[in-house]
């Protein structure tokens, strides 16, 4: 699929054509980059040897694990109840706090104020 056609013709230079069907499905079909930097020795070596016995590159091996691994242990509900609670509690005893000393301000004008701005 190209994304830029030149056109020819006789009586013009060659003229730089965008096709905008192939730029919008290439843009839907990119990939995205994954680096994994400080990869220990010894995991690097089994990626390389699990990809040889599989007959596949180390990067198609890593996205078969990632996917298999991903897809196997769904994401757990990690919310404690409790502690939302709580957070929500201490967030709703800062709210409003500042409210009259502040009110009809501008943020220039708080900011001016608090850094003792004249």
């Known amino acids: 699929m190209a994304l830029v056609t030149a056109k020819t013709d006789l009586k013009s230079e060659s003229v730089p054509q965008i096709d905008s069907n192939a730029s919008i499905a290439n843009f839907v079909s990119m990939s995205t980059t994954l680096t994994i930097r400080n990869l220990d020795a010894e995991v690097k070596q089994r990626l390389r040897l699990r990809a ?31 502690a939302i609670a709580e957070r929500r509690k201490r967030i709703e005893a800062c709210v409003g706090i500042w409210k009259d000393r502040y009110e009809g301000k501008s943020t220039d004008a708080i900011m001016k104020e608090l850094r003792g701005d004249d």
């Open 52 to 82: 040889a016995e599989h007959q596949t590159s180390m990067e198609a091996e890593a996205r078969k694990i990632l996917a298999t691994s991903l897809a196997a242990a769904p994401v757990a509900d990690q919310r404690d109840e409790a």
